[in-house]
């Protein structure tokens, strides 16, 4: 049963980078069938996609935290990893890896999730 | 970009039946996705393109969609699906949430 797993430092200090890294278990990441993405929800707020990324490398991310945001893939380690730079007070949150399909029945669904990961921006 | 509107919160009484739903521009021409919240949980998928369950989610839960609107439907509302419910479409290049709706069962 694939299962992913969030992992990071449990607080970042405003200006500075935040990196997350989701491992992938009982399934590979190299499958041209699913994207693998990010997305996080402020406390008491709604769910944000930061972004996704293939297998390959190939990324989309979204518009609003683009210039901020890199996602990428590690598939020797069946990691993906993100990283948001200049980081404020709002992007305290929850972040969530999960993974969307591409050609499945579940195509643009998010259809598992990491159990998420606080990270508080704080000084 | 694309929008989603939810409304804020819904209350049902147990054992009746629940509406929520999500509203976008001509989303009737969009697959819609849906996803149960608990507090402190991660999402759980509940609806797929539209109107599909996921293995292990009851009958209880439907979903449709047309025109502007689309809708999850829950059926003899129980205490343990009290939760948030967002609804979700893929639009050109980004994936875009509803601002999620808060389900009360009385």
């Known amino acids: 049963q694939l299962q992913l797993q969030e992992s990071g430092p449990g607080l970042v200090k405003p200006s500075e980078t935040l990196s997350l890294t989701c491992t992938v278990s009982?399934?590979?990441?190299?499958?041209?069938?699913?994207?693998w993405g990010w997305i996080r929800q402020p406390p008491g707020k709604g769910l944000e996609w930061i972004g996704s990324?293939?297998?390959?490398?190939?990324?989309y991310y979204n518009p609003s935290l683009k210039s901020r945001v890199t996602i990428s893939v590690d598939t020797s380690k069946n990691q993906f990893s993100l990283k948001l730079s200049s980081v404020t007070a709002a992007d305290t949150a929850v972040f969530y890896c999960?993974?969307?399909?591409?050609?499945?029945?579940?195509?643009?669904?998010?259809?598992?999730w990491g159990q998420g990961t606080m990270v508080p921006v704080s000084s | 970009s694309y929008e989603l509107t939810q409304p804020l919160s819904v209350s049902v009484a147990l054992g009746q039946t629940a509406r929520i739903t999500c509203g976008g521009n001509?989303?009737?021409?969009?697959?819609v996705h849906w996803y149960q919240q608990k507090p402190g949980q991660a999402p759980v998928l509940v609806i797929y393109?539209?109107?599909n369950r996921p293995s292990g989610i009851p009958e209880r839960f439907a979903g449709s969609n047309s025109g502007n609107t689309a809708t999850l439907t829950i059926s003899r509302a129980q205490a343990g699906d009290e939760a948030d419910y967002y609804c979700?479409?893929?639009?050109?290049?980004?994936?875009?949430f509803g601002p999620g709706t808060k389900v009360t069962v009385l």
């Open positions: 990324i293939y297998y390959s490398g190939s990324t």
């Open positions: 001509n989303i009737g021409s969009k697959s």
């Open positions: 009982g399934g590979s990441i190299s499958t041209s069938s699913y994207y």
């Open positions: 999960a993974r969307s399909g591409v050609d499945t029945p579940m195509v643009d669904a998010f259809d598992i």
């Open positions: 393109r539209d109107s």
């Open positions: 979700q479409v893929w639009d050109n290049t980004f994936f875009v």
